[in-house]
């Protein structure tokens, strides 16, 4: 199952590379795109748990590192959640 890597631009510019065990946040989130904070976090929230169940439905168990992915951008995401015009840069989406 090929795993991805994605770099995701967060409002104060700082950088994350993220994980996902499968291809499945590909059909999530686009590279070069930006997205309002709500919706990248929902879409990284579907595209996780979807990635999550495929590996599931191969190995017998959910990804517990595509959940620790899932909660550590919902962490990061939420030092802008004041932000009323927060946006989130999806920088590149990477086959590792």
Do not use: N
């Not at 899932?70 to 946006?87: K, T």
């Amino acid at each position: 199952m090929p795993e991805l890597l994605f770099d995701v631009r967060w409002p104060d510019q700082s950088v994350t590379r993220c994980y996902s065990p499968s291809r499945a946040i590909a059909a999530h989130l686009d590279a070069g795109r930006d997205y309002p904070l709500p919706e990248f976090l929902s879409r990284s929230r579907a595209g996780l748990q979807a990635a999550s169940e495929r590996v599931r439905e191969v190995y017998g168990a959910p990804c517990s590192r595509a959940a620790a992915q899932l909660a550590e951008i919902e962490r990061l995401g939420a030092r802008f959640g004041e932000q009323l015009d927060a946006r989130v840069r999806v920088v590149s989406i990477k086959v590792v």
